[in-house]
């Protein structure tokens, strides 16, 4: 197992491939392994990095983590494997990190497609409230009513259609280790999202790319971020393969959009 030490905690990461350096950092439960049939269709080309958010399966911590740690894990992990500034994949949570990164450590990315982040400072007043409130009434439902019954509340406020997916991809069951990561997810990282402060993305030099789902619904949170942030950067927004959860529902097609949106 590889694993890195930093303050507070102890991060499992993984690397497989050949060539340029690509982290992919996504959202929810997901942990080094959710990215599987992703990683497999971009191995010829790029050397991924996966891992393992503090607080999910094998990455240990002390204590609840806010947004600044998960970004310095990144910090630190870059820090640990280059000196090179490599290209990252964020999606949801992991697109939200992934600006705090361009913004507080310049140099470490030349690129980031940010996938839908799930950020409600992007928006503007009085939305910001909203979300931080639905956010927080989502936590509340979960601790009232338990994971079965708050998924659904999830993917509907997200716009998840967990039907809609390429065939023959690896299944994840609802195994303990799943659900104890779901517990970590919505406990806090929940909280995390919603107190998160604004990034500074005026003096960015790294090249933020703008993304949204397909098949997303245009009245959710997290394509009106995705929509928020192109406004802010005045770029258009690209459009990848599926809804939110597109990197593991449409992999091979996916990853395909991915090539392209880099090699550019």
């Not at 600006?99 to 940010?114: K, Y």
């Not at 997200?158 to 919505?186: C, H, K, Q, V, W």
Request: include cysteine; aromatic fraction near 6%.
């Amino acid at each position: 197992m590889t694993i890195l030490e930093v303050p507070g905690a102890v991060l499992h990461y993984q690397l497989e491939g050949n060539g340029p350096l690509l982290l992919i950092s996504q959202s929810g439960e997901g942990d080094a392994d959710r990215t599987v049939d992703l990683v497999g269709h971009l191995k010829d080309e790029y050397t991924v990095l996966t891992y393992d958010r503090r607080g999910l399966s094998r990455s240990r911590l002390d204590r609840p983590a806010t947004m600044a740690d998960h970004t310095d894990d990144v910090h630190r992990l870059l820090a640990h494997l280059t000196d090179e500034p490599v290209a990252m994949l964020g999606c949801s949570l992991g697109a939200v990190i992934g600006l705090h990164v361009v913004a507080d450590h310049p140099g470490q990315l030349h690129t980031l497609i940010a996938h839908e982040p799930i950020a409600p400072w992007l928006l503007a007043d009085p939305e910001p409230k909203r979300h931080r409130d639905e956010l927080a009434e989502l936590r509340d439902h979960y601790l009232a009513n338990g994971l079965q019954a708050t998924v659904p509340e999830i993917a509907r406020s997200l716009g998840i259609d967990p039907s809609n997916g390429e065939p023959n991809r690896t299944d994840f069951p609802m195994d303990a280790n799943r659900i104890a990561n779901f517990d970590y997810f919505i406990r806090h990282d929940f909280l995390a999202a919603a107190d998160d402060p604004e990034a500074d993305l005026t003096t960015v030099s790294a090249r933020i790319i703008p993304a949204a789902g397909t098949t997303t619904p245009r009245t959710v949170f997290d394509y009106q971020c995705a929509e928020a942030l192109a406004a802010r950067l005045d770029q258009e927004l690209q459009l990848f393969p599926g809804g939110h959860n597109g990197n593991l529902s449409h992999p091979k097609a996916y990853a395909a959009r991915l090539r392209e949106v880099l090699s550019r």
